[in-house]
């Protein structure tokens, strides 16, 4: 423990010089306690909070300290730049805490990051800013005159909300001729004054009194307050009434209602007649009480008037006096202690929160910061508080009316992504009451979990021949995780399919996971692929996981079968021989054909197209075995063409045809000398005359085409001529020709070309002729805009039109 004092005086006033004690707890309980005096100017410094709590303003900064009170008050403030607690704006003791002593404020400075929790007591000393003072300027009373010398009569005493030496100390009563003052200490310590008579009054002399009553405390310059004090003396009524107690004490419930009878008082007066009534009453100077309770003038009994709180007020001293017909009094102290019961619900405040919080928080992890308080006192006030066994939190007290919301247990935001968190406090009270206030909690993602496929290996059918870009399917991955750490990329794995990047092959979009052909695929190549789909989240890092796509090329009818045997010649011709005496069934030959697709549509068959004698061969639907179906006989013509085609299963089905040449003979000589004069193919000669009429016909069309232009031109032409001619009215034309123009052979041709743009009319105030710069044909003329321009040779007609339009041009600016 170490102590701080600093000495200040207040310059606007001559009051006692402040002595500012600074007193600091040990920093293990996080407990500071300073002590400052009332008044103090707004931005005084009340402590440092750097030093005395071992902080820095880094530290203040970054945990975003500020102040908690319970009660919301804001007298002292936090300067976060200095470190300092400073007064924030005007303390008065007397209101703050009354009679109060000793007075202090209580409140406490909240760190985050981590979370952390400074108790601050500050105490308020008292100075003497208060004089003391009396409810009434003037007081009277009445005195009979046969009055003894040692009877007493109650004054009011004054009150200083000051305390301690500040406080009233001594009173004065001037003058002192026939009452002298006595201050009267009761059992219970309290102190009131008495007006003690010690010379006996004769009304005959005097009739009234006039006293002054001063009351002084012990301040520094001393202060002091009066009352005026007139006695009126009467006539004899010796005995005064007498309260059965000097002080009276009751206790009632907080929960009275209202007409309670709660205290009956009782006084005698030995006097006989009216002076032995008496009337009881409250003294003039019970001020707050009155309001509250109500005294029977008759009966003496007390009865509650009022609704009282025991969290406001815990007791109350009310001065009562028996009054007789005479003017005899008596006084007496009620002392009302007011009971606690269980009438307010505990009060829970969320100081500070955390929220969301991340799904891999450590189990201690603080959440919330709360404080609970219940304004009853003793069990009343004795707080409970807990939530739910079945939730992954904990509460724990870190000091007194404060609690910590901690994490007791692995978070998942996949399994539970919110918490609601009920926290219940009650009081120890008979009922309980208790008050529940819910936090939704929000569980932040982590990533992780990694993006899963459904399926390990996953497998695609494609036709060949596809076209690129065709889409072959879409591949798709999960992520639990939420957000970034859910938002699932896909790339294709870097490998090679038939010494090539996979990527030549296959692209995979990075947001849909369609997996699309880049190329189109050749079942007779390639039968199919084997790649690898990585699926990977937006999460820092980054968490992944592979597919592995395997895509099958079906085979499509596109190739046609392939004729091996007989083998096709372009000049020569190939027969095969049957002997005349060949029987039924016999084999001629065979027609061997391939498909280089698969399936059915490899599946072959082979019919007979053409044959010269369609009743003498057959061909074989599976196997292309040419027999004969009769026997050969002499009037069968030697030379027999016959024409196979071979068709696959596909769909559409392709097809394929051969010619087989077949001799009936039964010598080489004969066949020879028969085929050497074999007709060619009329299919092929039908063919070229299709060809060479069609050749005619566009040959024809271009013809007539350019003619029709041509025509088309020379009128056009014609007919601008004619219009220039109209328009040049019976302007002068006066031949010119300028040194870069030369008689060519007679013709007139221009030895240079120009680019000219004439404008003629029959006003010649409005004729214009705009001319390129020459060049010559063998120059290319090149424009500002880089755009280039090859000279052509003009034709006659062109250099004649252009002659013609200089010539006149020419006319025209000479005029």
Known sequence: MCVLCCVAKRKPFSWWSLLLCVCVADMALGQVRYSIPEEMATGSLVGNIIQDLGLDVKRLKSGRARIFTEDGSEYIGLNAEKGTLVVSKRIDREELCKQVSPCSLHFQIILENPMELHRIDVEITDINDNAPFFSKKEYGFQVIESALPGARYSLESARDPDVAHNTIQTYKLNPTDNFKLNVVSRPDGTKYIEMVLHASLDREKQEEHKLTLTAFDGGNPQKSGSIKINVIV???????????????????????SRGT???????????????????????????????????????????????????KVKQYEVDIEA?????????????????????????????????????????????????????????????????????????????????????????????????????????EGSPPYSTNKTINLRISDVNDHAPMFPQQIVTAFITENNSPGMSLLSVKATDNDSGNNARISYFLEDSHLNGMSASAYFSVNAESGDILAVRSFDYESTKQFSIRVKAQDGGSPPLSSNVTVKILIQDQNDNPPQVLYPVQTGGSVVAEMVPRSADVGYLVTKVVAVDVDSGQNAWLSYKLQKATDRALFEVGLQNGEIRTIRQVTDKDTVKQRLTVIVEDNGQPSRSATVIVNVAVADSFPEVLSEFTDFPHDKEYNDNLTFYLVLALAVVSFLFITCLVVIISVKIYRWRRERLFYKSSGNLPVIPYYPPLYADVGGTGTLKQAFSCEVYGTTDSRKNNIKCAQPFSQGTLGVDHSDTRTVPRHKTESETMLTEYIYTHSNAIKHI
Request: with cysteine; proline share 5%; hydrophobic share 35%.
């Open 323 to 427: 009054t007789d017909k005479g003017g005899l009094t008596d006084t007496s102290k009620v002392i009302i202690e007011v009971t606690d019961l269980n009438d307010n619900a505990p009060a829970i405040s969320i100081i500070s929160l955390s929220n969301p919080i991340p799904e891999d928080s450590t189990p201690g992890t603080v959440i919330a910061m709360l404080n609970i308080k219940d304004l009853d006192s003793g069990r009343n006030g004795q707080i409970k508080c807990f939530i739910s066994s079945d939730l992954p939190f904990k509460i724990k007290s870190s000091s007194t009316n404060f609690y910590s919301l901690i994490s007791d247990d692995v978070l998942d935001r996949e399994t539970v992504p919110e918490h609601n968190i009920t926290i219940t406090a009650m009081d």
């Open 234 to 256: 009467l006539d004899a009524n010796d005995n005064a009434p007498v309260f059965s107690q000097s002080v009276y004490r009751v206790t009632v419930p907080e929960n009275a």
């Open 261 to 311: 009878v709660i205290l009956k008082v009782t006084a005698t007066d030995n006097d006989k007649g009216t002076n032995e009534e008496v009337v009881y009453s409250f003294s003039q100077h019970t001020d707050s009480a009155s309001s509250l309770f109500i005294m029977d003038p008759h009966t003496g009994e007390m009865t509650v008037g009022g609704v009282l709180d025991y969290e």
